[in-house]
């Protein structure tokens, strides 16, 4: 039997696993910022096209708004404790790259650098974007991919299910794989 509840109690139920991504712009002066994300999707096949979801007070949505490209990058689970530092840190205050040890490496076509440990890596040009209320919706046009090490699982944020070996917690967020 269904049942209405709040939006919070419904989210809870479908939210986990999701995969998390790292968003690569770059600052000022040419410094690279890495933020972690939760919300993402692909877009279009024809041309291929992923969207990145941003909340407007990140110090990483000004970036991508001004420079108008991002390197979408998939960590694998051996990244978990440098993608919750990404996730909890600002790039206001912090190189993020300096201090999780994460190598930059030069991309082909855009500016922000690829993340050398990252299982795949996608330079973007944002092609559009939508306000969606306290966050923006970048979509970016897939320019250039690169895979590295495909023995990696995929880092997941993960609930309290069965089924998912957990790697650490930070901060409330749970990080894991399938088991």
Same mark, same amino acid.
């Given at each position: 039997m269904l049942r209405s509840v709040p939006y919070s109690e419904a989210q %809870? $139920?479908?939210? %986990?696993? =999701?995969? !998390?991504?790292?968003? !690569? +712009? *770059? &600052?000022? =002066? &040419?410094?690279?910022? #890495? /933020?972690? $994300?939760?919300?993402h999707m692909r877009t279009s096949g024809i041309p291929p096209m992923l969207a990145i979801s941003v909340g407007k007070t990140k110090f990483s949505h000004n970036l991508i708004s001004e420079t108008r490209e991002f390197v979408f990058s998939v960590p694998g689970e051996d990244l978990w404790r440098q993608v919750a530092f990404c996730g909890?840190? +600002?790039?206001?205050?912090?190189d993020k790259f300096k201090e999780t040890g994460l190598t930059p490496v030069p991309a082909k076509r855009v500016k922000p650098p690829l993340i &050398? =440990?990252? /299982?795949? *890596? #996608?330079?973007? %040009? !944002?092609? &559009? =974007?939508?306000?969606t209320g306290d966050h923006t919706i970048f979509v970016g046009e897939v320019l250039e991919c690169w895979v590295g090490d495909e023995g990696k699982r995929n880092l997941l944020l993960v609930g309290k299910e069965p089924g998912y070996m957990l790697l650490g917690e930070e901060r409330g967020y749970r990080f894991g794989v399938v088991r």
């Open positions: %809870r $139920l479908w939210t %986990r696993p =999701e995969r !998390v991504v790292l968003a !690569v +712009s *770059n &600052g000022p =002066e &040419g410094v690279p910022d #890495i /933020i972690a $994300l939760g919300w909890t840190h +600002s790039g206001r205050d912090v &050398g =440990e990252c /299982i795949v *890596n #996608i330079e973007c %040009r !944002v092609a &559009g =974007e939508l306000d």
